[in-house]
């Protein structure tokens, strides 16, 4: 059997979610597969597994003005915004000119940031296309007008062969929640959530790496890519000087706009500012005894893999923050806290609460890695099948 080539797109206009989640399915998919990842992140470098490779986009923020400037830099290409989006153009036509893929996958944005993925899914009839989504992507009406906008909906009804679902339909009905019409509703297939099983032997390890005292808690406080996350980050060094008694890894973002200044920041050994570009996060999510986030998806379900109490200071205007963790809340112990100024109490009543906790998780599927990669590696082999038997020629003297 010859080895699919499978192209991930991930777009750069958001946070480094999309390409944590896409990079744990890409590795999954190289040990059957070549697997080349396409995207305008930096990050890649860190964030794509070694197993696989990927191309990198002159990325949206560097020539961007506007974009630029909500990080408080200067484009890279003065007044070079058609220009950097012809390299973009360019660069993503030659990869997929040279590397002749046999799927390829797109997640939460259909065509991609600025529909720049439009000719290239509709240039390759040939090519299985994939959309995988994290199961709850926002309000409805904010869904309908930034993600499943007509020409979305119209890619994915016309171009997409499946809707990959990394979520359990006991957290989100996606045909319900937001109103997929029949054709796209036929599409779903729900895979499991998108998170790597952690050890017991893992997680001791690492809490001994830390250099735990005896009885001593470790809270871990992370607010994702860091945009629109640096007042939970502030919020949290701020909490780790009225409990002496724990130790706190606060995780700044790479995408974080604070300049940190270690002497005001690192308190010793007990306080340790960690950049995200840590390999170690998840098994710090999954070993640390309470865990404070902004409830990312991958925040969230890292956490959810060990035994730590989990608290949540959602962005109250991001509805998947705030409902993806009190839906998960039924399964597991996560407090949603709607205002950084009651975070100090909820960070008590962690501290204080009885040791055991109820953890319904196993009752969701977390399996996700492994179908998804089932469900995409059968359908490209049945479609090769299917294209060669109908390119086997008529045997003489049989109609």
């Not at 974009?67 to 153009?89: I, K």
């Amino acid at each position: 059997m010859n080895q699919s080539r499978i192209l991930i797109f991930t777009h750069d206009g958001r946070g480094l979610g999309h390409l944590r989640r896409l990079s744990r399915v890409g590795k999954v998919l190289q040990e059957h597969a070549s697997v080349l990842f396409i995207t305008g992140h930096r990050e890649a470098s860190w964030l794509v597994p070694p197993e696989c490779e990927f191309i990198h986009l002159p990325n949206l923020d560097s020539f961007d003005p506007r974009r630029s400037r909500q990080w408080g830099r200067q484009p890279f290409l003065h007044d070079g915004l058609s220009t950097g989006r012809r390299l973009r153009r360019d660069v993503i036509a030659s990869t997929i000119r040279q590397f002749e893929p046999d799927a390829i996958i797109l997640d939460y944005l259909p065509l991609g940031m600025e529909e720049e993925m439009r000719e290239f899914l509709s240039a390759l009839p040939s090519c299985r296309k994939y959309f995988i989504s994290r199961g709850i992507l926002g309000s409805p009406d904010q869904v309908y007008r930034d993600v499943l906008t007509p020409s979305a909906v119209h890619a994915l009804r016309e171009m997409y062969h499946a809707i990959l679902v990394m979520s359990d339909v006991k957290i989100v009905d996606m045909a319900k929640e937001y109103s997929l019409e029949p054709a796209l509703a036929e599409k779903l297939a729900y895979v499991g959530y998108a998170v790597e099983p952690v050890s017991r032997e893992a997680i001791n390890l690492a809490r001994t790496k830390r250099e735990l005292p005896p009885d001593a808690k470790w809270v871990v406080c992370t607010a994702g890519g860091g945009k629109e996350g640096e007042s939970l980050i502030r919020r949290c060094w701020e909490i780790s000087q009225v409990f002496p008694e724990c130790y706190f890894d606060i995780v700044t973002g790479s995408r974080s706009r604070l300049l940190l200044e270690s002497d005001s920041w690192i308190d010793g050994h007990r306080v340790h500012l960690i950049p995200t570009e840590s390999r170690d996060l998840p098994l710090m999510h999954a070993a640390a005894d309470v865990v404070i986030s902004r409830g990312g998806y991958n925040s969230l379900t890292e956490a959810c893999m060990g035994s730590a109490r989990i608290i949540v200071a959602p962005i109250m205007t991001d509805y998947e923050q705030v409902h993806h963790a009190r839906r998960l809340s039924a399964y597991r112990d996560i407090r949603v806290v709607e205002s950084l100024s009651n975070l100090d109490l909820a960070l008590d009543e962690c501290l204080v609460a009885e040791s055991g906790i109820t953890n319904r998780f196993s009752e969701l599927n977390m399996d996700g890695l492994r179908v998804v990669s089932n469900v995409i590696l059968s359908d490209i082999e049945q479609h090769r099948v299917r294209g060669a038997a109908c390119n086997i020629p008529a045997q003489e003297g049989v109609a």
